[in-house]
């Protein structure tokens, strides 16, 4: 197996994906971009995607991570509007192209329509979110984005299923499409509902970190493929089992978190440049056997079904978005107003991406009785052109109207000092703790040792008010953030004396490798309370 095309992949989109932080452009539409223009440059290796790798090893990691930094209280509290999104606005959008496509195209069989409209129905869980965070959308708004693209995926992938059979001449029926989901569906939860707990119980008594980080990777690959294998949705098992997962990390040793947190940013980052990458290296394979479809004919064709893709969602949107509110005394009091603006976001932000170019992808070449698939070819260009279409305009100009429609920032000053309180709360907790423990005899300490302890939690509950405080005139700094630059100044030239003691071989390098860890772990714990 030649190994250079895969290195070039991760180590051209990971440089772009740098290269894009500096840039007012969203990291995905400049790898995108960047996939389009190589794809044409002679030499550069075939990079067809392959679904048999796409789904099963790119997307459980994804979903995984998206999830696990997920509120699963957010999420449940806005369930109504992520479930009309992510069940029945992909239904919705799933007939409406289907039945748009079937009445434009010539010969295009109205299942072979609705296997398109599945394929370009979901939103990508990748691209929403990334814009989101850029921009500083509300949190509200955030939340329901976030669980639409983690539960999308199960129902178009169903629905996908469901049309193909219906296409390739398995006798699909309406009520057995409706059976086919549901098992999916509840199959896919309740494969979750049996691995969260004991995947937990397994983080939480292995005390190994490199085991437990082991566990880590392996979690979301182990709940996909156990729900696959017994025909239920993969994507709602990762979901599941991630979002209990998130919710309990608190349970976990500090160490595991620590390391856990880094490698899975790392993972994510490479993952998510390089199925940006791909899908605009995917450019020469569509193209590809368009034959009478070729030029103006195919062009207008993928304007048509980008402009009802876009439409599809204002129409979806905006109805389940106020008229439940209208209708409905107790969504009213028990749902904060959501507003046209967010609605028009919601509506807006429904770039496609990498997922529907796999489903696609994974389209059989033949039908029963071995004729080839209808218009395989066409709906693979248009799939891709759907999903270009939105990742360019959609994405370029949702930071914009973000702006364009003012929301209101972050209360930071509320926030801080909600993070005051809580911290206060802490503390005195930890004190009255740690009274009852110095008045048991098997656990006393000298005056000063017991001293510090009480001073390291007077300097956490002061740090966050600090924050509140008057800036340095000088250097325009908080004194807490002053104290902990002088903190990282003393660790560093500890550090630096360690390392000179073991280039004199006063120390070994194995215990300068425990005496580093030792201030890189002090470092981080500085670096995450200025955070």
Do not use: C
């Amino acid at each position: 197996m030649d190994v250079m095309p895969l290195l070039l992949l991760v180590a051209g989109s990971t440089a772009i994906a740098a290269a894009a932080r500096r840039t007012p452009v969203p990291a995905p539409l400049l790898l995108v971009a960047a996939g389009l223009v190589v794809s044409f440059v002679p030499g550069i290796p075939d990079y067809t995607l392959d679904p048999d790798v796409v789904l099963p090893l790119l997307l459980p990691p994804l979903l995984y991570t998206s999830a696990s930094d997920s509120s699963y209280l957010d999420l449940r509290a806005q369930f109504r509007p992520v479930a009309l999104l992510s069940v029945g606005y992909v239904l919705f959008a799933t007939f409406a192209v289907g039945w748009v496509a079937y009445l434009i195209i010539p010969g295009l069989p109205l299942t072979a329509a609705l296997v398109l409209g599945a394929v370009v129905a979901p939103p990508d869980a990748v691209a929403a979110t990334a814009v989101a965070r850029r921009v500083g959308l509300p949190s509200r708004i955030t939340t329901i984005l976030q669980g639409e693209s983690l539960l999308n995926d199960a129902t178009a992938i169903t629905a996908y299923k469901v049309a193909l059979a219906a296409a390739v001449g398995a006798g699909a029926t309406w009520a057995g499409g409706v059976v086919e989901f549901l098992i999916a569906a509840v199959g896919g939860v309740g494969v979750g509902l049996v691995l969260m707990a004991p995947l937990h119980w397994l983080r939480t008594h292995l005390r190994e970190p490199l085991l437990q980080n082991t566990l880590s990777l392996l979690i979301p690959f182990v709940a996909y493929g156990v729900a696959e294998q017994v025909h239920a949705s993969g994507v709602l098992a990762v979901v599941v089992v991630a979002l209990y997962l998130g919710h309990r990390a608190w349970e976990v040793d500090f160490a595991t978190r620590l390391q856990e947190e880094a490698v899975w940013k790392m993972v994510a980052f490479i993952l998510e440049s390089a199925v940006f990458a791909l899908i605009g290296l995917q450019l020469p394979v569509v193209l590809k056997g368009l034959g009478a479809y070729e030029g103006a004919l195919a062009a207008g064709y993928a304007v048509v079904l980008f402009l009802v893709v876009v439409v599809t969602r204002f129409v979806w949107v905006y109805p389940t978005t106020l008229l439940p509110r209208l209708l409905s005394r107790r969504v009213r009091e028990r749902e904060e107003d959501p507003t046209w603006r967010g609605a028009m976001v919601t509506s807006w932000a429904g770039m496609r991406g990498v997922v529907s170019l796999a489903i696609a992808f994974s389209i059989p070449l033949t039908v029963h009785g071995g004729r080839p698939f209808p218009q395989r070819n066409l709906i693979l260009f248009l799939t891709f052109t759907t999903v270009i279409g939105t990742l360019v305009v959609q994405g370029l100009t949702l930071p914009p109207l973000i702006r364009l429609l003012k929301f209101p920032g972050r209360d930071r000053q509320a926030e801080t000092l909600a993070e005051a309180n809580a911290q206060a709360q802490a503390s005195r907790a930890a004190e009255g703790r740690l009274d009852e423990l110095l008045a048991d005899e098997r656990n006393s300490l000298p005056p000063p040792l017991a001293d510090r302890l009480r001073q390291v939690l007077e300097s956490r509950r002061n740090s966050v008010w600090e924050r509140l405080g008057q800036a340095n005139p000088v250097t325009g700094e908080s004194v807490d953030d002053t104290y902990r630059r002088l903190s990282r100044e003393m660790i560093s030239s500890e550090r630096e004396v360690f390392v000179r003691l073991r280039d004199l071989r006063y120390i070994d390098d194995e215990m300068l490798r425990v005496l580093l860890r030792r201030l890189d772990l002090e470092e981080a714990a500085a670096y995450r309370e200025a955070v």
